[in-house]
T-cell receptor
Framework: AQTVTQSQPEMSVQEAETVTLSCTYD???????LFWYKQPPSRQMILVIR????KQQNATENRFSVNFQKAAKSFSLKISDSQLGDAAMYFC???????????WGAGTKLIIKP | KAGVTQTPRYLIKTRGQQVTLSCSPI?????VSWYQQTPGQGLQFLFE???????NKGNFPGRFSGRQFSNSRSEMNVSTLELGDSALYLC????????????FGPGTRLTVL
């Protein structure tokens, strides 16, 4: 079975510091896409970052970057200079070539301490 | 461009009743996915529609059904409601590919009493 695992149910970080959220996935597929989505409290889920597995270069979006280790099947999200507005649930997800759906992790709740 | 809209936003029903939720995707998006989100189970995939055809279905009982219309709007129906159906129901649309970015609606909060 294809799975996505987020081993940290909750993380906290001081404002302005850096935090890394972990995600591992399990697949035998060769072609897939990885995502991090953010769900702020009582607000809509939005995409943070998207990575195509065939691309070696790690995706980056402003303060958000990923560390994609294909061999280790790891896709962690690094948030630099954390801000209060980054407080949210973060979900890792994977889309496989053979599936018409995303496989989702259980989520990590990120708390930002002022 | 308008985002994904879901109606109603909140719903209270009693056990045994049925409910229909609606989702209007972003204009031009042909794929709509539905999810059930609960605190204990996280995000669970219900089904995905593309051009009025269901392409995939999650592991939910037959009480959960859906459809998509020619304008890409989608509805999901839950019959014979159970207490455990209380959840936030999210829909998301994409241009067409499941590997594309999904754009989510605000969700419908369903409470079953």
């Amino acid at each position: 079975a294809q799975t996505v695992t987020q081993s940290q149910p909750e993380m906290s970080v001081q404002e302005a510091e850096t935090v890394t959220l972990s995600c591992t996935y399990d697949t035998s597929e060769s072609d897939y896409y990885l995502f991090w989505y953010k769900q702020p409290p009582s607000r809509q889920m939005i995409l943070v970052i998207r990575q195509e597995a065939y691309k070696q270069q790690n995706a980056t979006e402003n303060r958000f970057s990923v560390n994609f280790q294909k061999a280790a099947k790891s896709f962690s999200l690094k948030i630099s200079d954390s801000q209060l507005g980054d407080a949210a649930m973060y979900f890792c997800a994977c889309a496989y070539d053979s599936n018409y759906q995303l496989i989702w992790g259980a989520g990590t709740k990120l708390i930002i301490k002022p | 461009k308008a985002g994904v809209t879901q109606t109603p936003r909140y719903l209270i029903k009693t056990r045994g009743q049925q409910v229909t939720l609606s989702c209007s995707p972003i204009s031009g998006h042909r794929s709509v996915s539905w999810y059930q989100q609960t605190p204990g189970q996280g995000l669970q995939f219900l089904f995905e529609y593309f051009s009025e055809t269901q392409r995939n279905k999650g592991n939910f009982p037959g009480r959960f059904s859906g459809r998509q219309f020619s304008n890409s709007r989608s509805e999901m129906n839950v019959s014979t409601l159970e207490l455990g159906d209380s959840a936030l129901y999210l829909c998301a649309s994409t241009l067409g590919g499941y590997t594309d970015t999904q754009y989510f609606g605000p969700g419908t909060r369903l409470t079953v009493l």
